[in-house]
Every structure is written in structure tokens, then in C-alpha cells.
């Protein structure tokens, strides 16, 4: 008769950003660009589509006029680093004060906006999981076939509330940008 058996779990490696600078600098992703460092873990991001990247790119234009002249940095597909195991690369950011210098504390983050088109479900589920554990205090996901944004706010215990649905011809507000509004039918028409 054979002994019982116990699983045993192998231990887990959580790469650093400077892990992935190094192994980018070593010719080790295809497409350096299109990795991400999510928790520890590498992430190859897929391609963007025509769709993703015109409303992506209409948000970014509507927000930059709007918030020209103000204390806030906007970062556009560009990585937050919020710790050495953490470094995603959203869509769009709005930061307090100007550009980024190493690690982002969650309270400098103002909103994190991802564009779903393929990603619609991992959005709502996963990245908005991960940016609540990470205590962005605002996060929007732009659906850009049903043209809304899932407004998610105030994490608690590293989760948000089920997010608020706001359509494609109300005004989008952030609690802590309030200059700024965003209607996907005026700044983001396709």
C-alpha cells in the first residue's frame, strides 16, 4: 500500500522591476514594450486594436486639454510604479503633482483609467482587484463596444464596491479631479 501523499506548494519567485528591466535589456521579450509587472508576476500585454487605441487616444486629448495649466501629471500607456513587485502600465493616470520618481504612493494616484475592447471582463474583475489591493482610490474602466465607463471608488479591504455604470452620454467626474468631466459621446466620438 502506498503512503498518503501531501501536496506541497513550490515556492513562488516575484520578480522586481529591475528583474524585468534586466532580462528587457537582455533581449529576453520579444516586444519589450509590451510587458507589465503585475504583483510580482511578468505579464506580456497583447496588442491594442484600431478601436482601443482611437478611444484611448481621444480620452487622453479630451483630459490633456482640460487639465492643461493644473498641478496634476497625466501618464498615458506609460508604467506607475507603485512597488519593486508592482509597476502596471495603464491606459491613462492622473497623478498629484508632476511626474513620477521611483515608487507612487496610492494617494498621489488620482485615476487609473484602463479601455477595455477585449479585455472587458479581466478589467472588471482582475485589474480592478489589483488596483484596489494597491489602494488607487478611483479606477474607470471604458468599455468601447457598449461605450460606458465602470466607475469603481473607495476600496475597503483591498476591494472596491460594485462600480458605477455610467453611460456613453453622461458626464464622468473623478472625486478628486474635479475640473475635470469626461462624455464619451462628445470627447471620445469615433
Known amino acids: 500500500m502506498n503512503a498518503p501523499t501531501r501536496s506541497v506548494k513550490a515556492p513562488r519567485h516575484q520578480f522586481t522591476l529591475e528583474d524585468v528591466l534586466e532580462l528587457q535589456a537582455r533581449g529576453f521579450f520579444p516586444d519589450p514594450k509590451r510587458i507589465a509587472l503585475h504583483e510580482g508576476d511578468i505579464v506580456e500585454m497583447a496588442a491594442d486594436g484600431d478601436r482601443h487605441i482611437s478611444l484611448t487616444m481621444a480620452l487622453n486629448d479630451a483630459i490633456r486639454d482640460q487639465l492643461r495649466g493644473k498641478p496634476y501629471f497625466k501618464g498615458v500607456q506609460t508604467t506607475l ?98 475640473e475635470l468631466s469626461v462624455i464619451l459621446d462628445r470627447d471620445a466620438a469615433e
Open 81 to 178: 510604479r507603485f512597488s519593486r513587485h508592482n509597476a502596471p502600465i495603464p491606459d491613462i493616470y492622473i497623478l498629484a503633482g508632476g511626474p513620477p520618481k521611483g515608487d507612487v504612493s496610492a494617494e498621489r494616484v488620482l485615476l487609473v483609467i484602463e479601455v477595455a475592447d477585449t479585455s472587458l471582463e479581466d478589467d472588471l474583475s482582475e485589474t480592478a482587484a489589483r488596483y484596489a489591493r494597491a489602494g488607487v482610490g478611483e479606477f474607470w474602466v471604458v468599455d468601447a463596444k457598449a461605450r460606458v465607463i465602470w466607475v469603481h471608488r473607495a476600496p475597503a479591504d483591498g476591494a472596491y464596491p460594485p462600480p458605477q455604470r455610467i453611460e456613453a452620454d453622461a458626464p464622468a467626474t473623478p472625486l478628486r479631479v474635479p
